[in-house]
């Protein structure tokens, strides 16, 4: 990957060349990128319209100042995890890295139609280098603190559980910045304000996976930071068609992560009980049986890659079908396979693009079609497309949530626990595939439907839905690592039919 | 869009009792004479108004099968609110109240809100609990009564909102600790604490909530 190199492009370069668009909402240095969301520059009508208030690091600064600069590339996310007070969900740890690296592959992969916007973006975008990020926060840490805790207190002291995440955010903020480097290599700081005006939970959650909150916790401040700023102000239905978190909870991907975490936890507390009453020679076997489990779980980051490259177009409900009945559970991923297939549907129908398997499409008299193209504006198809990531998130969510207690429910197991782990890690990436195949056909059709906007209008919408994208393959991911205390415990009754603990 | 609460909800009860048909008939205001048995947990939301207060239920419908009780348990921490059902058409959805009510106190907050519901109240001519035995087991165990009808609709909008209301009388009271989330209660991502809680302003009467309306 070329990323490297990237780190190294200074950011004046990228002052000049947007300046050269015209338009300079994007601020032109990185220090200015802190004010250049605020809600004065307003000249943008989805991305720009307001500022979130962003957490700066406080406590953390230390520990990455220590850092040498050119190690962080690694070293930023080791230092994220020995700040991070480690729980049961040691693989969380992780999960920065699948992210970025599948966002680094969809954007490496888009299709040739937008591979010119990318270029585009990316040199307007300028990348900071990780030192210019560090000095940067560096002195944004004291101006920003004090913005900030203004802007959260009111919502902060009301419920418990909300205070303690943003009191972990005032001290992740720095882990936020080192845990997001790899992000940043790619897309830019700036782009990582553009998404925070997209995705309020964005950072936040990057930040937060690391510590000990729950993923659905961090999906719900999102989520309530979101809903507490549609109510503050005059909200254009618009605005609220394009928050991935309202979305992803009216999809109810919320309750069943939490309920998830539920049955993730109880079964975790279970089998560290279950391995507390071992000894001896059973707890050794039962010890290696567990880990071969834990491998299966972690199979699904090294796959990704791989399968990244082959761009096979197999049918994905087959796919999922077929991998659904090798787990054996009763529950069946049509749900899911149908908000995929309607957002096919939708980018066929109404911008006119011929699919294969849709003959409706083929009908369409060219004349129609670039009719429908106009009709549907990049913000339309915005919105569509964070919808269909937030809807496609959730149901997976759900597959995986009814897995889970299909799993727990006990049925007569024709298949292993290892078996239902390799096919749930298969699943894992095929979703995660599927998640950014979407994205990249959406954003096709956002540079052929923007063809005539300008840049820095289309490339913050494109940004945008890819990394949506990439925040849904993690949250799946995230999800999927719930499941192992289930397979464990599934496991273990299976083998031992040992009394519930 | 904007909730000043939101209360947790658990519905639970015997498998068949119409648990998933009330929800479905508070949410959508449908009837759905079929339902597939649900798996662990499904969930509803809908927005209720409480004393000028929109305040947001999230209910989580559970499983009622028998061997999806180990499971369900889990989903039970964190409910403020909680729809106990039984069918007034069959006895032992009646007899299996008291292990359903332990299993509700043993696994949440001891102040949970808890609803006993009656339904089916539209197959009279079928009943096989009678209204006061339903009554008399509330009263003995501290639980609000109704007799609802999924079906017809009867009683539904009432069930979900006088507990919602009782939920708030305790807020009121300050019974309930609205800062700790195992509570199942959430302030609205706009409300200031300090103007929204307090012993104070309702003064609500509990014989108010218990109150059947006559439709039933």
Redesign the interface.
């Known amino acids: 990957m070329s990323d490297k190199d990237d780190i190294e492009t200074p950011v004046i370069t990228e002052a000049s060349s947007i300046l050269e668009d015209g338009n300079c909402e994007l601020a032109p240095n990185p220090e200015s990128a802190e004010q250049s969301a605020k809600p004065e520059v307003n000249s943008e009508p989805v991305v720009f319209t307001r500022k979130r208030p962003e957490s700066r690091p406080s406590i953390d600064l230390e520990t990455s100042e220590v850092l040498p600069v050119e190690a962080s590339q690694a070293a930023g996310k080791e230092t994220v995890s020995k700040d991070v007070p480690q729980t049961g969900w040691g693989y969380w740890g992780s999960w920065g890295k699948s992210l970025l690296s599948s966002a680094s592959a969809t954007v490496a992969t888009v299709g040739q139609g937008i591979s010119n916007v990318i270029e585009k973006a990316e040199t307007s975008l300028g990348i900071p280098s990780p030192s210019e990020i560090s000095t940067e926060v560096k002195h944004a840490t004291g101006e920003t603190n004090a913005k900030d805790n203004a802007n959260s207190s009111p919502m902060t002291g009301p419920f418990g559980v909300f205070s303690t995440i943003s009191t972990a955010v005032q001290t992740t903020g720095r882990s936020v910045i080192s845990g997001g480097l790899d992000a940043l290599e790619f897309i830019g700081k700036k782009t990582m304000d553009v998404i925070a005006e997209g995705d309020p939970g964005f950072k936040r959650t990057k930040g937060l996976m690391n510590r000990n909150s729950t993923l659905s916790q961090v999906l719900r401040e999102a989520k309530e930071k979101e809903e507490l700023w549609t109510s503050n102000e005059v909200t254009v239905e618009t605005d609220k068609k394009t928050h991935y978190g309202l979305l992803f909870d009216e999809f109810q991907g919320l309750s069943h992560l939490e309920a998830l975490e539920m049955l993730s936890r109880e079964s975790e507390m279970k089998v560290k009980s279950i391995l507390n009453s071992l000894s001896g020679e059973e707890l050794e076997t039962l010890k290696h049986e567990l880990e071969q489990l834990k491998e299966a779980f972690s199979l699904a980051e090294f796959c990704e890659e791989e399968e990244e490259e082959k761009e096979g177009d197999e049918d994905f409900t087959k796919e999922v079908t077929e991998l659904f009945s090798q787990l054996h559970v009763s529950s069946k991923p049509e749900k899911l396979a149908r908000a995929r297939n309607n957002a096919y549907e939708w980018m066929s129908t109404s911008l006119g693009k011929p699919l294969e398997e849709k003959e409706e499409g083929e009908k369409q008299l060219e004349t129609e079609k670039t009719e429908q193209i106009s009709k549907n504006s990049i913000e339309d198809i915005h919105a569509f497309a964070i919808r269909s990531l937030a809807e496609l998130t959730a149901c997976s969510i759900e597959l995986f949530h009814k897995t889970a207690a299909l799993v727990l429910h006990g049925q007569k197991q024709e298949v292993t626990a290892l078996e239902r782990s390799r096919a749930l890690s298969q699943m894992t990436i095929v979703l995660c595939k599927e998640l950014s195949s979407l994205s990249k056909e959406f954003t096709t059709c956002l540079t052929t439907a923007g063809v005539n906007e300008k840049a820095d209008i289309l490339n913050p919408l494109i940004t945008a839905v890819f990394l949506e994208a990439s925040n849904s393959a993690s949250y799946i991911q995230d999800a999927f690592q719930l499941l192992l205390p289930v397979l464990e415990i599934s496991l273990i009754e299976n083998k031992t039919e040992l009394p519930e603990a | ?2 909730y000043a609460y939101l209360f947790k909800y658990i519905i639970i009860g015997d498998t068949g009792v119409g648990k998933s048909c009330l929800l479905l008939q508070f949410t959508d205001k449908r009837f759905q004479p079929v339902h597939d048995l649900t ?3 499904e ?1 509803g ?1 809908r927005m209720v108004n409480i004393d000028g207060k929109q305040i947001k239920l ?1 209910i ?1 419908d559970t ?1 009622g099968q028998e ?2 009780r ?2 369900t348990r ?2 039970y ?1 964190g409910a403020a609110g909680a729809l106990l059902v039984y069918d007034i058409t069959r006895r032992e959805t009646f007899n299996h109240l008291t292990s359903w009510l332990e299993d509700a106190r043993q696994h949440s907050s001891s102040n949970m809100v808890i609803m006993l519901i009656g339904n089916k109240s539209d197959l009279e001519s079928r009943r096989d609990v009678k209204r006061e035995e339903g009554e008399a087991f509330a009263r003995e165990h501290g639980l609000i009564f109704m007799e609802t009808s999924a079906k017809t609709a009867c009683n539904v909008e009432e069930a979900f909102i006088n507990t919602a209301k009782e939920i708030y009388r305790k807020i009121q009271q300050g019974l309930f600790d ?4 195992a509570n199942g209660i ?8 300090s103007t929204s809680v307090g012993p104070s302003a309702s003064q609500r009467s509990s014989s108010e909530i218990g109150s059947n309306s006559g439709c039933c």
Do not use: D, L
């Open positions: 869009m904007t798996i662990g947990v969930f939301a999230q989580w499983a061997s999806f180990s499971i889990s989903y921490r609205v800062h700790n989330e959430k302030i609205g991502p706009q409300q200031c604490i």
